[in-house]
């Protein structure tokens, strides 16, 4: 059946905290060599409540101790969608609702984070971030909780730093989204390498195995990211107009086993490539009922972003093997976007293609 889908996006953005490449005033100044950086230090002293664009109100202790920032986005949609067979719907939803509390606890050095979804149903699915992390060193840095695992540049940017209203098909149908676990992650020779080791449940946000799923297994995700000319944040487009070209580039390897509980689903669908419009997910019919499937997925990435111009590219590969059929299910996808920024934070143009291949030993499925 074929649909015509008209979604006007009303990003209504009380996004008061979700900004995060916002500057301030000071930050600009000694970026431009005109303030020191006692005189930064002196002028960016922590107040016992303050506001700043990307991080929302924030409250700090007097002895600087204990730190809480809250912070929040709400995104609202109309959808029209009209069916060549069904009946024709027109519908308002609360596309994405974001409320966000940060800081941190004794020391600088201990970090937390807790984040709902409000738009989410069911009350697995509105805890996101939920966390402790702790710096040893810049180069070691501890996570325990649930977080998003680092998988592509574009599922790691929070909806605020989008160019679109929402994220390409592609990394919708590989990203795992949340998952539950720890984390090993480390900033290398300033910013010029990232790296996150973390092994978790693999069963998704808000999710523990259960017994007659693939319980004795957990998910490894390995990434790397390099950033030969400075760091670069997980943002799209540049508002900001960079004073000197930045460039990036990265890779996730992503590995996990799940069970076939019923004819179309898997023990969880709350890993995105698990669920129905994922690329595991939307093949489930290759493998037989309580069959443990292992898992397989590359992501490479890339983005480069200079005086308003931005571009950003990631190719993915996913592959399935049943551990009783030996059915395999080989998917690939890519999308590139580019866009530039016409007037600073204020209005912007942009382009985006992607391609998404769920199964590639299948036909008409693109």
Known sequence: MKGKFIAAGLLAALSFGQHADAKSLEDILKEKGVITEADYKEVT???PIDYKLGKGFTFTSTDEKFQLSVGGLIMTRYTFLDRDVAQDTSSFSLKKGRLIFSGYAFSKDLSYMLQFGLEQSGNNKMLENAYLKYRLIDEAQL????SKLVYGRQNMASVGNLQFVDVSPVTSAFAPGYDLGAVLSGKVLGNLINYDLSVSNGAGQTTVRANNGAGNHNAFLAHLQVNPLGAF??????SQFSEKPLV?????FYLNTLKKTA???FETNNLGYAGPSGWLGSNAAVFNDSEKVDINSLVIDTAFKWKGAFAQAEYFLGQADGQVTSNTVRS????AQAGYCIIPKKLEAALRYSYLD????KSNDL
């Open 248 to 252: 990036t580039v990265g890779s996730s």
């Open 358 to 361: 769920p199964n590639r030993d």
């Open 263 to 265: 004819a179309a689903t």
């Open 233 to 238: 944040a997980y943002s799209e487009g540049d």
């Open 45 to 47: 002293k922590s107040k």
């Open 143 to 146: 996570l325990a909780g649930q």
């Open 332 to 335: 690939q996808g890519y999308y």
